[in-house]
């Protein structure tokens, strides 16, 4: 399954980590936040500074890292970001809200 960029932004991270696998953090545009997204199947389709546009593909679902089996794991963070001060909280409400401007 092809990913796409929830929110559209700049590339802060695009590697790999033995826990995520194959990630990406986007920096949203419009909001500071972070969008990440592990496991992807193979690298991303971006690396670190690119601009994103929201619904961009970056890559495919897939089981790397410690993935047990194939899936997304999706984190949000609020501002200044991922591991820059910023924490992680639950998207669900967002993504909602979000789908239903889409």
Known sequence: TTLKAAQGG????AGYQSAAGN???????????????MHLQSPARFRANARVATGAAI?????????SACH??????????W?????????????????TYS
């Open 59 to 67: 890559g495919k679902v897939g089981d790397t890292g410690d993935a």
């Open 10 to 13: 700049r590339v802060i991270y």
């Open 72 to 81: 997304l794991h999706f984190e949000m963070w609020t501002r200044p970001g």
């Open 83 to 99: 591991y820059d001060g910023g924490r992680a909280f639950d998207p669900i409400s967002r993504l909602r809200a979000w789908d």
């Open 23 to 37: 990630y990406i953090v986007i920096r949203g545009r419009a909001t500071g936040e972070d969008y990440v997204y």
